[in-house]
């Protein structure tokens, strides 16, 4: 026993072996999230998404910055504010041999809406068109009902599938491996259920040759145990990096570390629900307020540039977070170069406390989940901390995400820390969501969990979604963030950076939707 | 024995039904599965949709009466994170857990009984002190650290075991089983150690106490006095005699290793049941997390039945079913 513990703590400190050398052109890549369903209609999820990637193809790819490119469509174009016309590309085949033509796109877009028992389906990106035309084989006209500038965006979320089996085919057939023929770069091998997912090159991809013959996905959701399996080469890359673990793997010369910034911003939402007060707010003896102090801007300001959003990214994250000013990262589309990461300044946020009339400071909580979001719970506790050198007293309650999510949304926390992925890579979408005035039948602030209202924004907002023209829409996209961002309308922390760590002679290029491809992946110096 | 069968069954039928009404309230009350499966992109169109297709917006009682009315029929409902009927998705993960969890005990009781005897027979030995401490640090240690320490030592340094997963598989009576497989019996090694420590310290610590008790009594005296050998005095005489409490706790905790060896799975990936309900209950999924509950309360009262039926074996004094009489 004593033996066995002085082994282990050498072998702590110890390179690692790899416990048997990978075939060639075979590659395991350990996942974190499981994929749900092999049935690209079935669950909009980010794991499913990633995965289903290789085995199908939208009309419209992205690229490693999340911009357009031409996937099954050759070129796309608006040819007025209601009517887009695409091309598709010729010679395309299906893995099972039958060609690719535009009744193969409308067949999908027909299913989509459809899919059985959906817990999240990809209907709110087909629901724009409300009518298709099928000029020819290869040329598609799509109407909107309202100018929809994002439909080129909305379709890179869906994956086209053969006419027959969208017609025809249920997830289990997917799942099975019958119904799951796509046009991508690799095809079904085997799917088992929150284990593994097993995929063989599709030789004749229209992309051309990929380095790869077979890939073996591992769903490893164990931080420790994905680590364990990249080090003992079970598997040649992993994604999501535990950020404790990032040092030793870059230290050691057998492994290397990918990182890239994603488009998920870690924010907090203030309760500005009313002006008479907002849930765990109170004075510092208990005592309620007389108001709700949320929907001052000066105390959302305050409590922004209390916050050591430096201190967060360097100790806490391992400097794997960059910090934000507003909802995407400067390189996204809608993004101002006016709009910096609050300065941290304890100082000036007691000045402006006291401006507001809060000389004394007040009490919150702090709620947030402990499951979700990479160290979610650290950072809450970090926030607390630098509170108090502003005289504002915090308590912290972390939760699992299970109880979490359904609470804020009903509105019962004060100040909630949270998460937002922006899946169209730009920041129009971003703001609707999480801070246009809630009305969700028109589909605007859907997650707006603080209920902050400001209509100076709400009209530039809408002024900008409707606009067609790129540069302009840019322009007034990059307005209306600042004019909400200087309302703090709410309190941006930091933008996460994603890690995938690959073993010698494998190099991984980082994506910014986190997306895990092994098209990304090429073998080195062999 | 057919009285003692009948009542039995009566009783495990209520037993599931409270289990299966605790279950839907309790998951209830945590929240609503929605906002965790729904894209927090999609509108509220999406999340009415979505609602309505998992049955979520009927009130609760009327949801609990389709379960039963499916129940009946053997219907457990389909998962809503994957769309397949739980039950499929339970029962495709039991033979890894039952594989994972029998390999565990037979380790503990091949070892803990044996050990155990030993340490009751020669407790001042430096063997017999020996096994003690180091069933001391076997229920001490715990599961989660002493499994990533076995990754460390045997896959990451030696390269001799793999780190994770379950191994290749063979079918047995229809169905797969990985320890007919040389590559199956390499993966299964070390999660099967860690999942058996805790029990062998257990057994040990139980078997000795038995042991030492045992020994002390009238009976053993007299065999020797009758010049048995020793190996039939202690293998049948003292052995048989201790065996009822080692039954019963080999039974709880067969049970228990096959419902919630959840952090062995997690580290290892094997491919059980125990991760799918953790992995249930952080998403909510409540179909899946009602049918496994049931599938194990159905297990614990099948191994509670078997071990009441070996305890009549073991003890010709028990009689099945029939109230406790002094003899």
Avoid: C
Avoid at chain 1, 266 to 290: C, E, M, R
Avoid at chain 2, 179 to 206: C, E, Q, W
Wanted: proline share 6%; glycine share 8%; aromatic share 8%.
């Amino acid at each position: 026993m004593l033996r066995m513990l002085r082994i282990a703590a050498a072998a702590l400190v110890a390179a690692a072996v790899p416990f048997a050398a990978a075939k060639e052109r075979e590659v395991s890549i350990g996942l974190q999230s499981p994929v749900t369903s092999m049935d690209p209609h079935y669950h909009n999820l980010s794991p499913n998404n990633s995965l289903l990637l290789h085995v199908y193809e939208p009309l419209i790819l992205r690229d490693a910055n999340m911009k357009l490119k031409p996937g099954l469509a050759a070129s796309w174009r608006a040819v007025d504010d209601l009517t887009w016309e695409f091309k598709l590309r010729r010679n395309v085949k299906f893995h099972d041999g039958t060609p690719f033509t535009a009744e193969d796109v409308v067949a999908t877009y027909k299913r989509v809406p459809n899919v059985p028992n959906s817990p999240s389906s990809y209907a709110t990106f087909t629901k724009p068109i409300v009518e298709t035309k099928v000029v020819d084989p290869y040329t598609i006209i799509f109407k909107t009902a309202q100018p929809h500038v994002l439909l080129p965006s909305d379709l890179a979320a869906v994956y086209i599938v053969p006419k027959a089996l969208a017609e025809k085919a249920t997830t289990e057939d997917f799942n099975s491996g019958k119904a799951a023929i796509g046009t991508g770069p690799y095809r079904l091998a085997e799917f088992v259920h929150n284990s593994r997912i097993v995929l063989k090159a599709n030789y004749g991809y229209w992309g051309g040759e990929e380095p790869w013959d077979k890939l073996t996905f591992k769903i490893l959701s164990n931080s420790a145990a994905r680590v364990a399996a990249l080090l003992s080469g079970d598997v040649q890359m992993i994604e999501t990096v535990p950020t404790s673990d990032i040092a030793k793997i870059s230290a050691d010369k057998s492994f290397s570390v990918a990182d890239k910034v994603s488009n998920r911003v870690i924010y907090v939402h203030l309760h500005q629900w009313n002006d008479k007060s907002a849930p765990f707010v109170t004075s510092k003896d208990g005592k309620p307020l007389d108001k709700n102090p949320f929907r001052d801007s000066r105390v959302r300001k305050a409590l922004s540039m209390a916050i050591n959003r430096d201190a967060i990214a360097e100790r806490i994250m391992e400097k794997r977070a960059i910090p934000a000013g507003q909802l995407l990262a400067d390189s996204f589309y809608g993004t101002s170069r006016k709009l910096k990461p609050a300065k941290y300044d304890p100082e000036g946020a007691k000045k402006l406390l006291a401006e507001a009339g809060y000389p004394n400071g007040f009490a919150i909580t702090i709620h947030g989940p402990n499951n979700r979001y990479i160290n979610d719970d650290k950072i809450a506790q970090a926030i607390a901390q630098f509170y108090s050198r502003a005289g504002i007293t915090a308590k912290v309650e972390t939760m699992p995400s299970a109880v979490y999510f359904n609470r804020a949304t009903a509105g019962e926390f004060g100040y909630m820390l949270l998460g937002w992925g922006t899946e169209s890579g730009e920041q129009g979408s971003a703001m609707r969501s999480l801070l246009a005035t809630r009305d969700p039948d028109k589909g605007m602030g859907v997650n707006n969990r603080g209920r902050y209202s400001n209509p100076a924004f709400d009209k530039q907002l809408t002024d900008a979604l409707f606009t067609m023209d790129e540069k302009k829409r840019e322009g007034m996209l990059q307005q209306a963030a600042e004019t909400v961002m200087n309302d703090t309308g709410l309190i941006p922390i930091h933008f996460e950076v994603s890690t995938w760590a690959t073993a010698k002679g494998y190099r991984y290029t980082p994506r910014t939707d986190q997306y895990t491809l092994a098209m990304d992946l090429k073998p080195v110096g062999r | 024995m057919l009285a003692f069968t009948i009542r039995r069954l009566g009783q495990s039928v209520f037993v599931l039904f409270v289990m299966a009404f605790i279950v839907f309230i309790g998951v209830y009350a945590i929240g609503n599965p929605i906002e965790l499966l729904v894209n927090p992109q999609a509108d509220a169109a999406e999340r009415a949709r979505a609602t309505a297709a998992l049955g979520l917006d009927k009130p609760l009682m009327e949801q609990f009466g389709v379960f039963l009315a499916g129940a009946m029929r053997g219907d457990l409902g389909r998962s809503f994170v994957y769309n397949v009927p739980a039950i499929q998705l339970i029962l495709e993960r039991l033979p890894a857990t039952l594989e994972l969890a029998g390999a565990a005990m037979v380790m503990a009781i091949a070892l803990g009984i044996p050990l155990g005897l030993i340490a009751g027979l020669k407790p001042h030995s430096a063997l017999g002190r020996g096994i003690m401490a180091g069933s001391i640090l076997g229920f001490s240690l715990p599961t989660f650290w002493v499994g990533l320490v076995l990754i460390m030592v045997f896959s990451v340094q030696l390269g001799w075991l793999p780190p994770n997963g379950r191994g290749e598989t063979v079918m047995l009576l229809g169905v797969p089983v990985s320890f007919l497989t040389a590559d199956g019996l390499a993966h299964l090694a070390m999660p099967a150690i860690n999942l058996a420590v805790f029990k062998l310290s257990l057994l040990i610590r139980l078997t000795r106490a038995g042991t030492r008790e045992a020994l002390l009594q009238d009976y053993v005296k007299f065999a020797r006095a009758k010049g048995l050998s020793g190996r039939r005095v202690i293998g049948v005489h003292v052995l048989k005699n201790i065996l009822i409490p080692i039954v019963t706790v080999i039974g709880l905790e067969l049970g228990s290793v096959i419902a919630f060896a959840v952090v062995t799975e997690s580290i290892f990936a094997w491919p059980g049941s125990g991760k799918l309900l953790i992995d249930s209950i952080n998403q909510l999924d409540r179909p899946v997390i009602v049918a496994y509950l049931l599938v194990i309360v159905t297990i614990f009262i099948v191994i509670n039945f078997v071990v009441d039926v070996v305890y009549s074996l073991l003890d010709p004094r028990v009689r099945l079913g029939q109230a406790a009489a002094a003899h």
